[in-house]
Each structure stands twice: as C-alpha cells, then as structure tokens.
Antibody, heavy 122, light 113 residues
Framework: QITLKESGPTLVKPTQTLTLTCTFSGFSLSTSGVGVGWIRQPPGKALEWLALVYWDDAKRYSPSLRSRGTITKDTSKNQVVLTMTNMDPVDTATYFC??????????????WGQGALVTVSS | DIVVTQSPDSLAVSLGERATINCKSSQSVLYSSNNKNYLAWYRQKPGQPPKLLIYWASTRESGVPDRFSGSGSGTDFTLTISSLQAEDVAVYYCQQYYGSPYTFGQGTKLEIK
C-alpha cells in the first residue's frame, strides 16, 4: 500500500525559505521509472505542478519556481524534500506530494498525500 | 509551455444523466512514435487530494468505475461520465505530460442539477 505524507511549517514569513518533506512508504525511489512530484493548489484555485524527481535523480522544475526551488531525494529515508527560497504571499497554497508510477513516459500521479497548507504572511 | 484549457468552467447535470467535460491543449500531445496521447484526468472532491481517473487519454486507472471514459486525440479531449452519481460531485482536472512543465487545466466544477 502506497502512502505519502507532507510535513513542514504551516506559516512562513515573506522572504523566508520553505522546506517541505514528503515521507512515503510502499515503494522505493530506487525502482526504475518511479518518481515523486510536488504540486500545489492556492485556496480555491487550480493545481500547479512544481517539480519532479526520478529514481535516477533526474529532476524537472516548473519555470514558475524561477530557480527558487530545489527538489532532493533521500532514498534510504524514503523522503523527498522541496525547498523554496524567497517566499511570497502568492505562494500561499496547499502543497501536495504525489507518486509517479514506473510505466515509461507516464508522468501522471496515482497516489497523493493529503496536502500541507502553507500560509505566507508577516 | 503547453497551455491546457477546459470547458465549461462549471456544469450541472441531473443524477443518472451524462456529463461531458472538454480539454484542449495548445499543441498536440500525441507522440507519433508510440501513438499515445500524453493526457490524464483527475477528480478532486472537496477537502481531498486529486484522484487519478484516466491516463494515456483513455486508459482507466485500476478501480475507477466504468462510467468514466476518456476520448480524443491530438489537442482535443473529453471526459465522459455516462450516468452521474452523487459521489461524482467534484472538480475535474486534465493534465498534459507531453512536455515539462506538466500543466493542468483550470478545472471544471461538476454539480448536481
């Protein structure tokens, strides 16, 4: 059974750095083809894909992160970490991490965490 | 970036009736070498994370009821719910994964008439 859970601060101040951790179980990020992504959703708005890390440590980022974001994996701890610098109130959102299945070229997300609401405010 | 646009923004359908949601991409998401459309559909109920319904434009995810079907190719796609159930009240999103950034549509809110 695959599960994912996001953890991190619920409130950050503008210009601060956000660090979110996705802790997962039921799969290994060393399995060929597997990936974990981060997607966010501002209150009442649509989903926005942010970043993705593959089993081989290849990474993809949305241009919207504009070099503010970094995704890393720790296979031994079953964790993926998203770091975003210089946070702004427009970054207020629920942040989801999600599992990408191992089928080649299939960048869809079949298991999701419950999400972590992050508010950016002074 | 590939822009994905859904229509309508909201939809009200009677229980047991058919619901149809459209998704249009700004460029083709059909990869000619494998003849696959790189498009997925999700359902998001209030207060919950999204749930994957359809991938490769028409392949139903395991456990998804067969009243859900996906169709289309190239730039134009459709999600059809053949007989609306009360539990289908949700926001539906399409997502292209042809190229990074992997963009979502703006969502379609489905309600009961």
């Amino acid at each position: 059974q695959i599960t994912l859970k996001e953890s991190g601060p619920t409130l950050v101040k503008p210009t601060q750095t956000l660090t979110l951790t996705c802790t997962f179980s039921g799969f290994s990020l060393s399995t060929s083809g597997v990936g974990v992504g981060w997607i966010r959703q501002p209150p009442g708005k649509a989903l926005e894909w942010l970043a993705l890390v593959y089993w081989d440590d290849a990474k993809r980022y949305s241009p919207s992160l504009r070099s503010r974001g970094t995704i890393t994996k720790d296979t031994s701890k079953n964790q993926v970490v998203l770091t975003m610098t210089n946070m702004d109130p427009v970054d207020t959102a629920t942040y989801f991490c999600a599992h990408m299945p191992e089928e080649q070229w299939l960048v869809a997300f079949d298991y999701w965490g419950q999400g972590a609401l992050v508010t950016v405010s002074s | 970036d590939i822009v994905v646009t859904q229509s309508p923004d909201s939809l009200a359908v009677s229980l047991g009736e058919r619901a149809t949601i459209n998704c249009k991409s700004s460029q083709s998401v059909l990869y000619s070498s494998n003849n696959k459309n790189y498009l997925a559909w999700y359902r998001q109920k209030p207060g919950q994370p999204p749930k994957l319904l359809i991938y490769w434009a028409s392949t139903r995810e395991s456990g998804v009821p067969d009243r859900f079907s996906g169709s289309g190719s190239g730039t134009d796609f459709t999600l059809t719910i053949s007989s609306l159930q009360a539990e289908d009240v949700a926001v539906y999103y399409c997502q292209q994964y042809y190229g990074s950034p992997y963009t979502f549509g703006q969502g379609t809110k489905l309600e009961i008439k």
